[in-house]
């Protein structure tokens, strides 16, 4: 069983930086297409970034595009969403998310494992 557990989100002003943490286990990572996604309240989930197994292949979300980039290192079992110049749009519940079978993909669906999420509030 994988399991997924995030961290690093907080409270952060607007124009500032954050670096979310995924860590895996259950499964070796390199089998994993990886991925974050957020929700904020009343809102439906949105994708964010996607990162392939070897990492040579990376998706963002429009609105996050230039300002975030997602990572791994495979060795440690990590990856890792480096968030900058932060928007209050950007507040929301940031969960990784990892996929057995495909590519990476903007899909929520096409991810068969969930982290339960750290929370990101950017303050204006």
């Known amino acids: 069983q994988v399991q997924l557990v995030e961290s690093g989100g907080g409270l952060v002003q607007v124009g500032g930086s954050l670096r979310l943490s995924c860590a895996v286990s259950g499964r070796t990572l390199t089998s994993l297409s990886m991925g974050w996604f957020r929700q904020a309240p009343g809102k439906e989930r949105e994708f964010v970034a996607a990162i392939s197994r070897g990492g040579g292949i990376t998706l963002y979300g429009d609105s996050v595009k230039g300002r975030f980039t997602i990572s791994r290192d495979n060795a440690k079992n990590m990856v890792y969403l480096q968030m900058n110049s932060l928007k209050p749009e950007d507040t929301a519940v940031y969960c990784c998310?990892?996929?057995?079978?495909?590519?990476?993909?903007?899909?929520?669906?096409?991810?068969?494992?969930w982290g339960q999420g750290t929370q990101v509030t950017v303050s204006s």
């Open positions: 998310s990892a996929d057995r079978n495909s590519p990476p993909t903007t899909n929520t669906y096409d991810y068969d494992y």
